[in-house]
C-alpha cells in the first residue's frame, strides 16, 4: 500500500509518497511561492533531486504537478495514480471536534473550516489541499490528521484560561496546543527503545523549531503543553513572542497606537529571538553572532534557555517527576549548545549531560551520563511517518 502524505501552507506543498510495505519514502518534495511568478518545485527520489520551475497559481495546479512528477516516465516512482492508495492530509487545528484522525468527508471539511479562525493560515490552505486532492484524483480516500489531537486529553485545570468562564463556553478560548503529531512520534518512540516491561513513562518532548513547543506526556497521554489558543504562546521562538504579561501587549498598542492585527504580526513575526537579535530568526545566524561576541545574540539565547528549562520545570512538578526529557525538530536535533546549556539548568533535577554523547546532530542518540537521573535522547522527528499510519490503518 502506497500513502501520499500532504502538509499545505498558505503559499507551500510538502509531501512525501510513502510505500507502507517497509514504511519507505518513496519520494518527497515541497512546492514554494505557491501564488507567485517564480514558485518551483523541488521533488526528490533517493538522494536525486529535480528542481521544476512551474507557475502554480493555486494549490491545485501545485498538486497536479507534484502527480506528474511522481508518475514521470523518466524518474517517476508509480506507474499511475491508481497505485496511490489513499492520501493523508496534515491539519493544524482541529479545535475540540477531534480526538484522533478521521477519514475525510463533508462533515469533517465542515469542522476543519469552522477552526480557519484559529489557525487562518494553515487551516485555510489545508482545505485547498484537501479540495485540490479531490480535483486530481476523484474518489481517493482521504484522511486528516490533526496537530490538536493528542493534546485533547489534557485535563481542564491545565487548558483552561483565567479569564471569565463564559469566554470558553462562547468562543472555546483555551489551550489546544501543537505539534501533536510529532510528540505522538517522540514519545512513542522513547517508550519503544527503553521499554522492557511495556511501562509508559513521564516524558517532556521539547519540540524546538521554527515554531516551537513542550509537552508533558504521562503513560502516553499529554497532560499540559507550552502552546496555547494559538501556536504563539508558550516558549519564546524564533519570531514568536510565547507567553508574556499580557498587559505588555495592551501597553504598547496604547503607546504606538497599534491595530489589534498589526499586534499580531509584531508578536508572531518581529519578536522572540528575531526581536532580541534584531540579527536574524534564523538559530544558526544567531549563535554565529553570539560566538562572535554579539550581545543580544548571547542574551537572546541565555532566553531561550531559561524559558525552556522553567517549562520542564513546571512539568516535573505537573507529573510528580521527569523520566526522560526528548528533544526534536531542528534546533532541537542540531543546535548542540542549547541542548547542553538547558541540560545544566537542569543539574538541580539531578539531569547530567554527556558532553560527548550529545555531539551528535539528527540521529536517535541518548545524550545523558549514566548517573544522570533523568534520561536525555535526542529523537528525530517523523510526523508523516504518523500521518502515513493513521491514514492506512482508517482506510
Ligand atoms: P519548522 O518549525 O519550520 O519545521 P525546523 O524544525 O526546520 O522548523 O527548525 C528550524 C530551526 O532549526 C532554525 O532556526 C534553524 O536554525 C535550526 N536548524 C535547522 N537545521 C539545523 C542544523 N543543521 N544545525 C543547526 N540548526 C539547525
Not at 521562538?237 to 503607546?255: A, W
Request: hydrophobic share 40%; charged share 25%.
Amino acid at each position: 500500500m502506497k500513502i501520499l502524505v500532504i502538509n499545505c501552507g498558505s503559499s507551500s506543498l510538502k509531501y512525501q509518497l510513502i510505500d507502507m510495505k517497509d514504511e519507505e519514502v518513496l519520494a518527497k518534495g515541497n512546492f514554494e511561492k505557491i501564488g507567485l511568478e517564480d514558485s518551483f518545485l523541488t521533488h526528490k527520489v533517493k538522494e536525486k533531486k529535480y528542481t521544476i520551475n512551474k507557475k502554480a497559481d493555486n494549490h491545485e495546479i501545485a498538486i497536479k504537478t507534484v502527480l506528474q512528477q511522481l508518475t514521470n516516465k523518466e524518474y517517476g516512482v508509480i506507474n499511475n495514480l491508481d497505485e496511490i492508495s489513499a492520501v493523508g492530509h496534515r491539519i493544524v487545528q482541529g479545535g475540540e471536534f477531534f480526538d484522533k484522525s478521521v477519514l475525510i468527508n463533508d462533515d469533517v471539511i465542515k469542522k476543519i473550516k469552522l477552526c480557519i479562525e484559529l489557525a487562518p493560515l494553515h487551516n485555510g490552505a489545508a482545505i485547498k489541499g484537501i479540495e485540490a486532492c479531490k480535483v486530481a484524483m476523484p474518489g481517493k480516500p482521504m484522511v486528516a490528521t490533526f496537530d490538536t489531537a493528542f493534546h485533547q486529553t489534557m485535563p481542564k485545570e491545565n487548558y483552561l484560561y483565567p479569564i471569565p468562564l463564559r469566554f470558553y463556553s462562547e468562543y472555546k478560548i483555551r489551550k489546544y496546543g501543537a505539534h501533536g503529531t510529532s510528540y505522538r512520534y517522540v514519545s512513542q518512540r522513547i517508550n519503544e527503545i527503553m521499554d522492557k516491561q511495556g511501562k509508559e513513562r513521564k516524558i517532556v518532548v521539547c519540540h524546538l523549531g521554527q515554531g516551537a513547543s513542550l509537552a508533558a506526556i504521562q503513560d502516553g497521554k499529554v497532560v499540559d503543553t507550552s502552546m496555547g489558543l494559538t501556536p504563539m504562546g508558550g516558549i519564546m521562538m524564533c519570531q514568536r513572542v510565547g507567553d508574556i504579561d499580557p498587559s505588555v501587549i495592551t501597553y504598547m498598542m496604547e503607546k504606538e497606537n497599534i491595530l489589534p492585527r498589526d499586534m499580531v504580526e509584531l508578536l508572531n513575526k518581529q519578536s522572540g529571538l528575531l526581536g532580541v537579535t534584531g540579527v536574524s530568526s534564523d538559530f544558526r545566524e544567531i549563535e554565529k553572532a553570539a560566538s562572535g561576541g554579539d550581545e543580544k545574540a548571547i542574551l537572546a539565547i541565555k532566553m531561550y534557555v531559561e524559558k525552556v528549562a522553567e517549562f520542564i520545570a513546571k512539568y516535573m512538578v505537573i507529573m510528580q517527576g521527569i523520566d526522560v526529557i526528548a528533544f526534536t525538530a531542528g534546533i532541537g536535533e542540531n543546535q548542540i549548545g542549547v541542548r547542553e546549556k538547558i541540560c545544566e539548568k537542569l543539574k538541580v533535577f539531578g539531569v547530567q549531560i554527556d558532553k560527548v554523547a550529545n555531539n551528535c546532530r539528527g540521529e536517535e542518540t541518548k545524550i545523558s551520563s549514566e548517573n544522570s537521573q533523568i534520561e536525555v535522547w535526542v529523537v528525530p522527528t517523523n510526523e508523516e511517518l504518523v500521518i502515513a499510519r493513521d491514514t492506512k490503518k482508517l482506510v
